[in-house]
């Protein structure tokens, strides 16, 4: 009976390992990789609702944030994360136990300033700030300052508080999506997202109230009127098109695929 219970423990030891089906080890070297696996995204985005749920056999892991995602793929729970290119840079930066796939065939996408449907009053004025900022060389500087530099290098390109006289002006933001939008230590909001929003309000010589909220929210927060406008690394699409109005882009993306290190 002690022969047949060992026998019967190693049959289900090798089984494990090989005969009864274990998984194999995940290979991920090209788009074409990602059918049928795990794959994690942050909830609305366009990882989310463009591109993972459009991948064969795909199962969608949504998650509030994308470093949460990042997490669950280095502790082996999914097999890749799709997210915008320059907050998987800042991810990959933090966790080098990760990595950006680097054959990916996704096309380019704009982001640009969210409004509520038919205030063309402010969106017009948006439209003037980046019309102006990338004639005169702010642009360039807040890409040099936030996409160009690493984090701990970037203070002198995060002004002070915006505060002006004509009231206040309200932009909603979900600080989870660096660099464009991310917070410090001591809860600040900053980015380059948050500097543009601080030369909207400036022209307008309002007070800038920043909401941090989840990014499938933002539109809501918009269409409710409890916030003004919305600058999040936010794409343009045709169905974001049909909720909300768009100002022109300022600055042009691609999706990434990370994987963990040894894949």
């Not at 089906?21 to 794959?39: F, H, N, P, Q």
């Not at 640009?112 to 449907?117: C, E, L, M, S």
Request: hydrophobic share 45%; glycine share 6%; charged share 25%.
């Amino acid at each position: 009976m002690r022969k047949l219970s060992l026998l019967l423990a190693v049959l289900m030891l090798v089984c494990s390992f090989a005969a009864c089906g274990a998984t194999e080890e995940v290979k991920i070297e090209s788009t074409a990789d990602l059918v049928g696996k795990k794959i994690g995204v942050q909830l609305g985005t366009t990882g989310d609702i463009v591109i993972a749920s459009e991948i064969e056999g795909a199962e969608v892991m949504r998650y509030s944030k994308a470093i949460d995602a990042a997490l669950a793929l280095a502790d082996g729970k999914i097999d890749a994360v799709i997210v915008d290119l320059e907050p998987a840079k800042n991810i990959v930066a933090a966790m080098p136990e990760l990595k950006i796939l680097e054959n990916t065939d996704y096309a380019p996408e704009d982001y640009a300033i969210a409004v509520k449907k038919g205030n063309t009053e402010l969106l017009g004025v948006i439209d003037v700030v980046l019309t102006e900022i990338k004639a005169d060389g702010t642009y360039d500087n807040l890409v040099k300052g936030f996409i160009e530099t690493a984090e701990d290098e970037r203070a002198p390109y995060i002004t002070g508080e915006q505060v002006g006289t004509e009231g206040t002006i309200v932009m909603a933001t979900n600080a989870e999506f660096p660099p464009f939008e991310y917070t410090l230590d001591d809860g600040t909001v900053v980015g380059l997202d948050i500097e543009i929003a601080k030369l909207i309000a400036k022209k307008l010589n309002k007070t800038l109230v920043i909401k941090n909220i989840a990014f499938d929210s933002l539109l809501l927060e918009l269409d409710s009127g409890a916030a003004d406008f919305v600058i999040a690394g936010m794409t343009v699409d045709a169905e974001r098109l049909q909720q909300v109005d768009f100002s022109q882009s300022y600055y042009t993306s691609e999706q990434a695929v990370i994987v963990r290190a040894d894949n």
